[in-house]
């Protein structure tokens, strides 16, 4: 049974800076691209950042290139979201998961191809 736990969340100001943690087991997580996403009050699920099953190639959702850099030690199956230079409207419960539809190798911005959530971990970030 795959299972994925989310930590490091937390409250910061604008401006501050965490870094979300994500470990995996259950499954090959060298074999899988992994994806970070965000889901805000009232809001759908987006996909926030997207890394291949090496790391060599990775995706991120527009408004957060810059300031996020997601990354993965897959002999630790884990996750990693460096955050940076946070906004208010950063603020949401993140998720992590494997892709576990079509090339599950490669990386993927559409949600369904993700099926796998933990529970989650709350980022809030105030003005």
């Known amino acids: 049974q795959v299972q994925v736990v989310e930590s490091g969340g937390g409250s910061v100001q604008a401006g501050g800076s965490l870094r979300l943690s994500c470990t995996v087991s259950?499954?090959?997580?060298?074999?899988?691209?992994m994806g970070w996403f965000r889901q805000a009050p009232g809001k759908e699920r987006e996909a926030v950042s997207c890394i291949d099953w090496s790391g060599g190639h990775t995706n991120y959702l527009e408004p957060v290139k810059g300031r996020f850099t997601i990354s993965r030690d897959n002999a630790l199956s884990s996750l990693y979201l460096q955050m940076s230079s946070l906004k208010p409207e950063d603020t949401a419960m993140y998720y992590c998961?494997?892709?576990?539809?079509?090339?599950?190798?490669?990386?993927?911005?559409?949600?369904?191809?993700?099926?796998?959530w933990g529970q989650g971990t709350q980022v809030t970030v105030s003005s």
């Open positions: 998961a494997p892709r576990s539809s079509g090339m599950t190798y490669m990386c993927s911005g559409n949600t369904y191809a993700y099926k796998t």
């Open positions: 259950g499954l090959s997580f060298g074999n899988y691209a």
